[in-house]
Each structure stands twice: as C-alpha cells, then as structure tokens.
Nanobody
Framework: VQLQASGGGLVQAGGSLRLSCAASGRTFSSYGMGWFRQAPGKEREFVAAISWSGGSTHYTDSVKGRFTISRDNAKNTMYLQMNSLKPEDTAVYYC??????????????????WGQGTQVTVSS
C-alpha cells in the first residue's frame, strides 16, 4: 500500500490544520492506521491511532481534546484535524498503516507502511 500525506503548512498558534493521508494499492479499510510526528532533533512520536471502522481511537496525552483522527474508507483516506495548535506541535507528521491488525497501538514498530511526511509549523 502507498500512503500520501498532505495538508501541512504554516499556521499561527491557536490556529487549525487538517492533514489528509490518501492510501492506494490494497484494502485500506482493513488496516489499523495512525499518525506520528517528528520534531527536529527528537525521536518520532505517536500522535493518534484509529481502528479499521473508525469506531475506536486513541491519542497521546498532549493532543487530547485538540486533535481528532478520522477516516473515510470509501475514499481510502485518513484525516487528522488539528485545532488550538501550539508551537510545540511543530513537526513533520507521518501517516502509517498496520496490515496485521484492525486497530494498532502507539509503537511505530507495529506499522508496516509509512507516508512521506508533511511539515506542520506553528508560529508563536
């Protein structure tokens, strides 16, 4: 499966962005999906994950109440709505897919496919 992340950009603190992850190649609807991010000089970290149906989600504590992960299986696309953005949210955001389970966890090792990343920059 190929993943293409998009929607990043430059936004002021308090603003919003919506990231998209378009999938192609295989059965998107059966995969657990997730978003990760990597800030300069830091390790890649988990942001959010969603089950195959979209019925289950979980988030890292720092984005709870601000970010919402969702998916549209008919469009083979996953989203990350990011509100109330903070400068510490600045990072390259990656989408990922796990072909072995319907709902993946927070470890990057669980995911099999990765998008190329999209830059999110939040100015103060």
């Amino acid at each position: 499966v190929q993943l293409q992340a998009s929607g990043g950009g430059l936004v002021q603190a308090g603003g919003s962005l919506r990231l998209s992850c378009a999938a192609s190649g295989r059965t998107f609807s059966s995969y657990g999906m997730g978003w990760f991010r990597q800030a300069p000089g830091k390790e890649r970290e988990f942001v959010a994950a969603i089950s195959w149906s979209g019925g289950s989600t979980h988030y890292t504590d720092s984005v709870k109440g601000r970010f919402t992960i969702s998916r549209d299986n008919a469009k083979n696309t996953m989203y990350l709505q990011m509100n109330s953005l903070k400068p510490e949210d600045t990072a390259v955001y990656y989408c990922a897919a796990d072909e072995h389970t319907y709902y993946s966890g927070s470890s990057s090792d669980e995911y099999d496919y990765w998008g190329q990343g999209t830059q999110v920059t939040v100015s103060s």
